[in-house]
């Protein structure tokens, strides 16, 4: 493990404070903590939906100073400009390791570099980068995200089939997240060949969600007072469902399993869940947030001079009522 310079990271803190605000947040004292702790700072997206809490929590519950760590976290509120100075700021106080939720694929190379000339290794979590030098990151850990769109088109194509709806015209809204992320780029890609799939699907209409409800209410509910015609509402997380679903419910349209508009989600947190038991979300295609103990074996790996599998897709599956049970949500993690 690297040798930290005390004295060093408690100066670069005073100067972290003041360039992050109280974003950053420091364990107290670092005189008082062991010398032997490996230190991991953490930039994190934000908090911006269920999913993005529980993955914040997966981490926190991992580096703890019990199994022999000091976590360093930063809250970047969606901001890639505050992402890179987070960044800055753990290189300046000479961290162990760097892991990295980027906001979105692009705009790294840079900073990144500047990790790898520090020699801090930097392991990538959830979302992608797309960097010219794949070097600059130790691995990355996530889901295959045009595989779950590719999931929630094979399902969809089968559910009208089961509706008997399979050859009308299909009215399809798609409510975007983050764009640029890429959780928005493969679930976008996977809806994108589903439509060229399926002649009779037409994109009604494009919206831009941001992973949020409170934004997607707002867009949805604007859309529907257009009189659009909808079938399917495609939300890119569970957030984004529980706003459209807000905007039905106030202009009095019925969805879900047993009404008109079909509601596909991604996620699978256990809010979105409980709502696809309660049969509001007909599909909620799984994405772990649970990549703390993930993010730990690599870097256990580059402890032991080992070099981590460099791309480690998550294995993912999907809900719908008929395969959910009380009793399952409420033992799941997240
Ligand atoms: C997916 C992740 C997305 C979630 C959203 O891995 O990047 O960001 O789907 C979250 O809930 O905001």
Redesign the pocket.
């Known amino acids: 493990m690297r040798p930290v310079k005390r004295w060093k990271r408690a100066a670069a803190l005073v100067c972290a404070a003041l360039m992050l605000g109280a974003c950053a947040q420091k364990e107290p004292d670092a005189e008082e903590k062991d010398e032997n702790l490996i230190v991991v700072g953490f930039s994190e997206v934000g908090a911006?939906?269920d999913?993005?809490v529980a993955n914040t929590e997966s981490m926190k519950n991992t580096f703890v100073e019990e199994k022999g760590y000091e976590l360093m976290f930063h809250d970047a509120k969606q901001k890639q400009d505050s992402q890179i100075a987070a960044i800055r700021n753990y290189i300046l106080q000479e961290v162990d390791y760097i892991v990295l939720a980027p906001v979105v694929e692009v705009g790294w190379d840079e900073v990144l570099m500047e990790a790898k000339d520090a020699g801090i290794p930097v392991i990538v979590v959830?979302?992608m980068v797309k960097v010219e030098d794949d070097s600059l990151y130790a691995a990355w850990v996530?889901?295959d995200f045009r595989k779950e769109g590719d999931t929630a088109m094979q399902w969809l194509e089968e559910e009208l089939k089961r509706q008997g709806r399979d050859k009308e015209p299909l009215y399809i809204v798609h409510v975007q997240?983050t764009e640029g992320?890429s959780?928005q780029i493969g679930r976008t890609e996977g809806l994108e060949a589903g439509l060229s799939a399926h002649p009779n699907w037409k994109l009604a209409a494009r919206l831009s969600g941001e992973?949020t409800q409170a934004k997607t209410y707002e867009v949805v509910l604007e859309l529907l007072s257009q009189g659009t015609d909808v079938d399917v509402i495609y939300c890119e997380?569970d957030?984004s469902a529980f706003g459209a679903i807000q905007a039905l419910e106030e202009k009095g349209v019925s969805y879900g399993a047993d009404g008109d508009v079909i509601i596909i989600s991604?996620?699978a947190t256990r809010a979105g869940l409980t709502a696809c038991l309660e049969g509001k979300i007909n599909l909620d295609v799984e994405?772990s947030p649970l990549h703390g103990p993930r993010v730990e074996k690599i870097i256990r790996q580059l402890e032991n001079g080992e070099t981590p599998e460099k791309n480690q897709f998550v294995e993912e599956g999907y809900f719908t009522r008929e395969n959910l049970t009380e009793e399952f949500i409420t033992e799941r993690e997240y």
């Open positions: 911006e939906s999913w993005r959830d979302r996530g889901a997240g992320a959780a992973f997380n957030n991604f996620d994405c």
